[in-house]
């Protein structure tokens, strides 16, 4: 039994993606699928941690391991709701220098669409 739910929806112009449960080495390989299908799918991409608990070093290798190739694309990722345990995870490894993170799904989607607007 996965530790792990991903729920998908679309708002408007944004597809979200929330991770409910711990993302540990085996539930790591459903978000890698799921961001896998998405990427091809989507630019404009929140990810909902509102009910994530826990996240291992695999599970941040999933994210990261995508960085170029969303780059590369212009595709938009914006992490939010994270709690506090995650996040500290996130800023001691340096990822939220690498990654968007923010507070609110508000925020997401107002950095993404500033950075579309710069760009």
């Known amino acids: 039994m996965s530790k792990v739910e991903v ?3 679309d708002e408007g112009e944004f597809h979200v993606i929330k991770i409910n449960g711990e993302v540990d080495a085996a ?8 961001l ?5 799918l989507f630019r404009n991409i ?14 941040i290798g ?3 391991s995508r960085i170029d190739e969303w780059e590369e694309k212009g595709t938009s990722l914006v992490f ?4 506090s345990n995650v996040e500290t995870v996130f800023r001691i490894l340096g990822l939220d220098q690498l990654l968007s ?3 609110t799904i508000d ?5 993404i669409n500033g950075l579309q607007e710069n760009s």
Do not use: H
């Open 7 to 9: 729920i998908q929806c």
């Open 27 to 34: 539930s790591s390989l459903e978000i890698d699928e799921v």
């Open 36 to 40: 896998e299908q998405v990427s091809k």
């Open 46 to 59: 929140l990810v909902d941690c509102t009910g994530l608990t826990y996240i291992s070093s695999a599970g």
């Open 62 to 64: 999933v994210f990261t």
């Open 80 to 83: 939010f709701g994270m709690a």
């Open 101 to 103: 993170i923010v507070t």
């Open 107 to 111: 925020e997401a989607k107002d950095l």
